[in-house]
């Protein structure tokens, strides 16, 4: 039976994601992760919103922002033109 819901907040420091993210660490990271959400999509209803700044190899800046599909049950946005995005729009790995 899943719980209510769950509140987190990553206090991860820049240090920690840069060495969580080299590619030497990067299967044991999203080994890690798989984990934590397989728990968390089990137990809980929860939103997730996701957001981190990057270089591309080209040199440009960019923002990067994930969400999964309850972060717009969570946080009601109106929407100014256009749709939300639905299960379609989720790009799973």
Not at 30 to 36: E, I, T
Not at 53 to 68: E, K, M, P, R
Request: aromatic fraction near 18%.
């Amino acid at each position: 039976m899943k719980r209510k819901v769950y509140v987190g907040n990553d206090q991860s420091t820049g240090k920690q994601f840069s060495q969580n993210f080299k590619q030497k660490n990067l299967a044991k990271t999203n080994a890690h992760a798989r984990k934590v959400f397989a728990y968390l999509d089990k137990n809980y209803h929860y939103s997730l919103r996701w957001s981190f700044d990057s270089n591309l190899n080209n040199g440009d800046s960019v923002s990067i922002d994930t969400v999964n599909s309850n972060f717009f049950k969570f946080y009601l946005l109106h929407i100014a033109a256009g749709r939300s995005f639905d299960s379609a729009d989720y790009k799973t790995y």
